[in-house]
């Protein structure tokens, strides 16, 4: 399984038309198409041997909208595997390549953070198995319940 991750300009989401989420990961994740576009987003999309099968999207100004996190920091938004390609360890391989990837892409940032829900302790999982650290702090401004604060170190 070759896991590589690439950014998605806005005018290339049509590659990831066929993405569908089964309905429990609603309250979690949007599909690409309805968050590729939106301002302060940057979309980036998980390839398995060349053929696209997860998404996300990183918020730059993330360190400054979120108390949180430190100023420097960016944020991962709407990390969501397609439905057809879930269960075979594509997040946890992307999840894994984030560190070196993010660096890469986001110079001079010190960390990403996410929020994650405590309903979707699933994709905890996966965000831990990646390299991030829960911080022990819930951030209640989501819309679906608390959520915990995860850091992935970047320098």
Known sequence: MGVTIER???TEV?????FTLPPDQAPFADLPSKVVGTPGREGHVVLADGHPVGFFAIQ???????DFAPD???GLRMFSVDHAAQGKGYATAACLLLRGY?????????ACYLTVNVKNPAARRVYEKGGF????????????GPQHVMRLALG
């Open 14 to 18: 049509g590659r990831l038309r066929h």
């Open 133 to 144: 650290e829960d911080t022990g702090a819930l951030y209640h401004g989501g819309g679906y």
């Open 72 to 74: 420097d920091a960016i």
């Open 102 to 110: 993010l660096g890469t892409v986001y110079p001079g940032r010190s």
């Open 60 to 66: 730059p100004d993330y360190g400054t909208a979120y």
């Open 8 to 10: 998605l300009p806005d």
